[in-house]
């Protein structure tokens, strides 16, 4: 059974810093190309992060510079290091995996992924 749990969400101050994690189940699925998405209150899920396969990592234009994607695959556990946070960050934060075989070296559309997790609540005060 797949399985992708978040944890590390919050309520933290603009400027401040949070690590998301994502931890998959079974083992293998996290050396999958895995990404970040979130959803701010009111508005339509949106992509914050991607890696793939080999480990290269494609961002958001918005989250470029702040927010840094990787993986542990010793650990199970995909990450989102999340600094410099602004109150436009607050949304909850998807994790998702890509069973699905494919040419692309990246995936940053909702459709395009398999498995999600429950998500993470993340708000940032001003």
């Known amino acids: 059974q797949v399985q992708l749990v978040e944890s590390g969400g919050g309520l933290v101050q603009a400027g401040d810093s949070l690590r998301l994690a994502c931890t998959a189940s079974?083992?293998?699925?996290?050396?999958?190309?895995m990404g970040w998405f979130r959803q701010p209150p009111g508005k339509e899920r949106e992509f914050v992060a991607a890696?793939?396969?080999?480990?290269?990592?494609t961002y958001a234009d918005s989250v470029k510079g702040r927010f840094t994607i990787s993986r542990d695959n010793a650990k199970n556990t995909v990450y989102l290091q999340m600094d410099s946070l602004q109150p436009e960050d607050t949304a909850v934060y998807y994790c998702?995996?890509?069973?699905?075989?494919?040419?692309?070296?990246?995936?940053?559309?909702?459709?395009?992924?398999?498995?999600w997790g429950q998500g993470t609540q993340v708000t940032v005060s001003s």
């Open positions: 079974p083992r293998a699925l996290v050396r999958y190309p």
């Open positions: 890696i793939n396969w080999s480990g290269r990592t």
């Open positions: 998702a995996a890509r069973l699905t075989s494919g040419t692309s070296p990246y995936y940053t559309s909702i459709g395009e992924y398999d498995y």
